[in-house]
T-cell receptor
Framework: DTEVTQTPKHLVMGMTNKKSLKCEQHMGHRAMYWYKQKAKKPPELMFVYSYEKLSINESVPSRFSPECPNSSLLNLHLHALQPEDSALYLC????????????FGPGTRLTVT | KQEVTQIPAALSVPEGENLVLNCSFTDSAIYNLQWFRQDPGKGLTSLLLIQSSQREQTSGRLNASLDKSSGRSTLYIAASQPGDSATYLCAVNWNAGNMLTFGGGTRLMVKP
């Protein structure tokens, strides 16, 4: 099974709302990633978790707060977002270490109104 | 600066044609390179992963090659089909981890 699942598929939220995106994998991967993708642009890395610890934060604003409660789950908590944060948010996972294939989920389409 | 470039940005071909998609990168000290397919509004599907020690990888009608010295990779699609229409992204891993830097993608349309 090489599946990464993400919920919800679509999310519309106001600038004062608090919401969370969820990602799950059962491949035993110990590295998990959040990417942001704007329309007609390539994905951009936001965060990397390694063994449930945040290892990389690509200077992402604090209104995005990641969490890795266990080795299978990855959350992205959203608060006080701006309309320009509207994008496709992609989760990925891989084995920990160098040279491993990344597997992506279907993404959550976020619209901030 | 480490960058990945894909040219052309868009490509339209008739069904049945063999085609090559290009990916170039600025620093040859890569760990690996991964090719993905993305359908509109969807996630990324991994097609092929080439390690730095490899020259090519094949999966069905797809063949990816890697030439580190020239900073290039190509994705060859044989006997293209309308179902191959999608955006194809290459991504390079330069780090002792699995951080990927993506090219801008090539949007492929295969016409029946």
């Amino acid at each position: 099974d090489t599946e990464v699942t993400q919920t919800p598929k679509h999310l519309v939220m106001g600038m004062t709302n608090k919401k969370s995106l969820k990602c799950e994998q059962h491949m035993g991967h110990r590295a998990m990633y959040w990417y942001k993708q704007k329309a007609k642009k390539p994905p951009e890395l936001m965060f990397v978790y390694s063994y449930e610890k945040l290892s990389i934060n690509e200077s992402v604003p604090s209104r995005f707060s990641p969490e890795c409660p266990n080795s299978s789950l990855l959350n992205l908590h959203l608060h006080a977002l701006q309309p320009e944060d509207s994008a496709l948010y992609l989760c990925a996972s891989s084995q920990e270490g160098t040279g491993y294939e990344q597997y992506f989920g279907p993404g959550t389409r976020l619209t901030v109104t | 600066k480490q960058e990945v470039t894909q040219i052309p940005a868009a490509l339209s071909v008739p069904e049945g044609e063999n085609l090559v998609l290009n990916c170039s990168f600025t620093d040859s000290a890569i760990y690996n390179l991964q090719w993905f397919r993305q359908d509109p509004g969807k996630g990324l599907t991994s097609l092929l992963l080439i390690q730095s020690s490899q020259r090519e990888q094949t999966s069905g009608r797809l063949n990816a090659s890697l030439d580190k010295s020239s900073g290039r990779s190509t994705l060859y699609i044989a006997a293209s089909q309308p179902g191959d229409s999608a955006t194809y992204l290459c991504a390079v891993n330069w780090n002792a981890g699995n951080m990927l830097t993506f090219g801008g993608g090539t949007r492929l349309m295969v016409k029946p």
